[in-house]
């Protein structure tokens, strides 16, 4: 008797152990990193964007970078970096609209602040389905020239 409770209770422990599959992209963090800071004032950073081939999927993590920079600020990498987003009015996304939209737009203004530098060394693609890939980049965001860029535009105020 003692022998069946021991193994119904085994048993039931194992079934709860049990693994469960997952996708790839469950192993790894969809969130933008810092891996560096350059003597040029630039990011070195590790995000990821998804597309239809690796071609968007690489501009849509341009873009995230970019955008990760100026309205997230990074938390994530090297020695618990952590930034404060260059945009750091509320609301300053919709505030700023148009002018974002046409900033990211395909071949928009953001190309100019990132460089793909770095982008056969570290680069890893995790495939979510058959229509969809999800493609993580080391990129080099230019901050101090977004930073000035920003400020001449007037989206940010200068601090004196």
């Known amino acids: 008797m003692v022998w069946i409770s021991a193994l119904c209770i085994s048993t039931m422990f194992l079934s709860s152990c049990e693994t469960k599959k997952t996708s790839l992209g469950a192993f790894y963090s969809f969130e933008t990193e810092c891996l560096g800071t350059e003597y040029d004032g630039s990011l070195t950073l590790r995000t990821w964007g998804e597309g239809n081939s690796k071609k968007d999927a690489v501009e849509q993590a341009k873009k995230q970078a970019v955008r990760d920079v100026i309205f997230k600020g990074i938390t994530r990498g090297v020695n618990d970096y952590h930034m404060r987003p260059l945009v750091t009015e509320p609301n300053g996304a919709e505030k700023y609209q148009d002018y974002f939209n046409r900033f990211f737009s395909d071949e928009g203004e953001y190309v100019a602040f990132v460089n ?45």
Request: proline letters at 0%.
């Open 116 to 160: 793909m530098k770095d982008e056969k060394a570290n680069s890893k693609q995790v495939m979510e389905n058959r229509q969809v890939y999800k493609f993580g980049v080391t990129v080099r965001v230019l901050y101090s020239e977004l930073k000035r860029k920003l400020q001449n535009d007037g989206i940010i105020k200068t601090v004196k």
